[in-house]
């Protein structure tokens, strides 16, 4: 019968030879994340569990993204509890502000994250790392504070769709584009509880940045995890960033594995694609949206703040200015994106074309600080999120596209096609 | 008694990201829901239940969402399905959490329930149907039995301290 990815990761996490989807089991991590939302919840719990030390302070990850520089006084205790503990607990992977960035940027671009590990995070966007064919899962501050003190945790195996493209996209399309027109096609639920699983042919045309942001959204269609096979492109990306021995032999679906569903999507004719409020998955391509005009611009987050997508967006501004009614707020998702950008000139170009540049951090995407809407504002966003309220008021809208796009309406002041300003 | 809501209830209606620095449980509590219905936390008795549609919980993994549900006072949560992070959450914390759409379709905000969980019997009283759930796997009443996930790891460390002896 043979296993899919997820399944072998499982198997192979909690020393047994098979396992089948429905089954719970107890897996062994590899990583253990939490940053300054979850972790403080998760240190208190952990503390009334009566643990006393973490199960390997080698493989927890604390770090600060969320509300940082401290928003106020509440998220300034917040992240003094995570200084004291990592102390305590002498883990080597502590990153307050200034130090890392954006979690799910970060953890990639360092090295730590490797094919065929099971990692759990406490955000719901840990199933990024499955762009490095690692299994990573969101969980809340209970589970969190359980995986830091007992290096384990009890999962139930998922049943795995996969998803193969047709055709090449054309290169306006970005993996933001393929991901919101997934999620169009199948909806917020489509794959609830579900492996959402990228054939070989699917990933062949994406870059490494591209994949990132598509395994990011996996948990919009309602993903636990997402799994895209290891290739070249892959174990180049791991060279260039870690010294560990990669074993990808083993972790490829095997042939006539039983898939709960296999999806094709032609991708050869798809325009850019923009989720309206308030559903990523009420998604309009670019021909079909009409002149909306928009207050804010935000570039950034962990689905699209990284260098790649910073190229795109200075491509469209460079030379432009935006109007001047509307707020362009930049973001990288790292310190090493942020200093790869300012050694490229990109930050000049969005500086000059009258944008802000945020510190490397969530910012306005969880609607806490930095960029929050007011009351009817409207809002082109490269984030994964276009909820009531999310980034503001509850009657202010998100739009989200990708980076070219989002740039795009910047200079124009209302949505639009980045094929209008580069052709 | 019944606080209905829609398909697709998101984390961020349950409790804004903007109040997760907040550690007071009530003082969190009192924003539950608060786009969503104006001063829903007042509203809720000890006891009350919301019934929903498709997707409750979706988006985010915060664990204040079934958290600040579960301080005001809501016991249990129907629905129609429920999105994962939220489900295992609620399990972790000790929320109870039930699927069931044919009473999500046939009951009412204010009709008054009675549930027997470890049947997974749910009776409306106001409209006298009687419903049948799936019963919860043996592995989760186990961890729900245990007290929620801290008593769990509780007695897990205890073993491992035997051991070490």
Not at chain 1, 82 to 101: I, N, S
Not at chain 1, 232 to 252: C, G, P, V, W
């Amino acid at each position: 019968m043979g296993m899919t990815m997820a399944e072998k990761i499982l198997a192979d996490h909690s020393d047994k030879e098979e396992v089948k989807p429905g089954e719970y089991i107890f897996a062994n991590l590899d990583l253990v994340m939490g940053h300054d939302v979850s972790a403080p919840r998760a240190i208190r719990i952990f503390r009334k569990m009566g643990a006393k030390k973490v199960f390997n302070k080698d493989k927890i990850i604390l770090l600060e993204d969320h509300f940082v520089p401290n928003k106020d006084v509440n998220s300034a205790e917040s992240c003094k509890l995570m200084k004291e503990f990592a102390l305590e607990q002498e883990l080597t992977h502590y990153y307050p502000v200034g130090r890392a960035g954006i979690c799910h940027a970060f953890l990639p671009e360092s090295g730590m994250v490797l094919p065929g590990q099971l990692i759990v995070g406490g955000d719901s966007h840990t199933c990024t790392y499955g762009a490095l064919a690692a299994l990573g899962t969101g969980i809340g501050a209970t589970d969190l504070a359980a995986a830091m003190a007992l290096g384990k945790l009890w999962f139930k195996v998922p049943e795995t769709i996969k998803i193969t493209f047709k055709g090449k996209p054309s290169k306006w399309i970005t993996g933001k584009d393929l991901i919101l027109f997934i999620i169009g096609q199948i909806g917020v639920e489509g794959a609830k509880y579900k492996s959402l699983e990228f054939d070989r042919e699917a990933v062949t045309y994406l870059s490494v940045s591209d994949r990132l942001t598509i395994a990011n959204m996996a948990v919009e269609v309602g993903a636990k995890c997402c799994l895209m096979p290891p290739d070249a492109k892959i174990i180049q990306y791991l060279k260039e960033r870690t010294r560990e021995e990669i074993d990808i032999s083993f972790l490829e679906s095997d042939i006539g594995v039983n898939y709960e569903k296999v999806l094709e999507f032609d991708i050869t004719k798809i325009e850019p694609q923009v989720a309206f409020p308030y559903l990523p998955s009420n998604v309009k391509p670019i021909s079909k949206v009409g002149k909306i005009k928009i207050d804010q611009v935000v570039i950034g987050s962990c689905t699209n703040g990284r260098l790649e997508d910073l190229r795109l967006a200075a491509e469209v501004l460079k030379g432009k200015k935006v109007p001047n009614y509307l707020r362009l707020i930049i973001i990288p998702a790292t310190q090493k994106i942020y200093l790869d950008a300012l050694a490229e000139d990109l930050l000049k170009v969005f500086v000059e074309a009258g944008g802000v540049i945020n510190p490397p951090s969530c910012g306005p995407c969880p609607g806490a600080q930095m960029g929050v809407l007011a009351k009817g504002e409207k809002a082109v966003s490269t984030t994964n999120r276009n909820f009531v309220g999310r980034m503001g008021h509850k009657e202010s809208e998100i739009y989200l596209a990708s980076p070219l796009v989002a740039a795009a309406s910047a200079v124009k002041g209302y949505i639009a096609d980045p094929r209008e300003l580069l052709i | 008694m019944v606080w209905k809501f829609g398909d697709n209830i998101d984390t961020d209606q349950i409790i804004p990201a903007k109040y997760l620095s907040i550690s007071d449980p009530r003082e969190l509590g009192r924003h539950c829901m608060e786009d969503k219905r104006t001063n829903f936390a007042s509203l809720i008795s000890s006891g009350d239940f919301i019934v929903a549609g498709n997707n409750f919980g979706c988006g985010s993994s915060r664990e204040e969402a079934p958290f600040v549900l579960k301080e005001i006072g809501i016991k249990v949560i129907i629905a129609k399905s429920f999105s994962r992070i939220f489900l295992r959450n609620a399990i972790n914390i000790g929320l109870s959490v039930i699927d069931c759409a044919a009473l999500v379709d046939e009951t009412s905000e204010g009709d008054e329930l009675e549930i027997d969980l470890s049947k997974g019997k749910l009776k409306n009283i106001t409209t006298s149907q009687i419903y049948q759930s799936q019963p919860m796997s043996e592995f989760l009443l186990q961890i729900i039995n245990d007290g929620g996930l801290v008593n769990f790891v509780q007695k897990e460390l205890q073993k491992t301290r035997r051991v070490n002896k």
